[in-house]
């Protein structure tokens, strides 16, 4: 089975296309940190810097917060990977710590479009 000519237009389409949805993704300005621990859900802004205590279900840990990225501190898991995994600013980055039971994610909110009346489902 040979590719046609117009095979190859559709192959190089989708690649190109592929290739800017990664490029348009990773240019994502993400505006918030989204922390889930068992207890209550913390939403921060990453504009300001910041350091936070957070409690987990084996007890404290440090969130820090610098120049729009986030990094867990400090933590006493025993492993510590969450530590380990160091800063995150990029999108479908996060940081999880298991035996604590907390996740650190960021957010991107896309600003509204003020001149819709209404939107229908």
Not at 15 to 43: G, H, R
Not at 62 to 70: C, D, G, L, P
Not at 94 to 102: E, F, M, S, T
Request: net charge positive; hydrophobic share 40%.
């Amino acid at each position: 089975m040979y590719l046609k000519i117009g095979d190859y237009v559709i192959i190089i389409f989708f690649l190109t296309a592929i290739v800017f949805s990664f490029q348009k993704v990773k240019k994502l300005s993400f505006d918030s940190v989204e922390i889930v621990t068992p207890y209550k859900k913390i939403v921060l802004p990453l504009g300001k810097n910041r350091i936070i205590k957070i409690k987990g279900k084996l007890g404290y840990m440090t969130v820090e917060i610098y120049n729009k990225m986030v990094r867990v501190k400090e933590s006493n898991c025993p492993n510590k990977i969450c530590v380990k995994t160091g800063w995150i600013s990029h999108n479908g980055e996060y940081i999880a710590c298991v035996p604590n039971g907390v996740l650190i994610k960021l957010i991107y909110r896309k600003k509204e479009n003020k001149n819709v009346d209404f939107i229908t489902k």
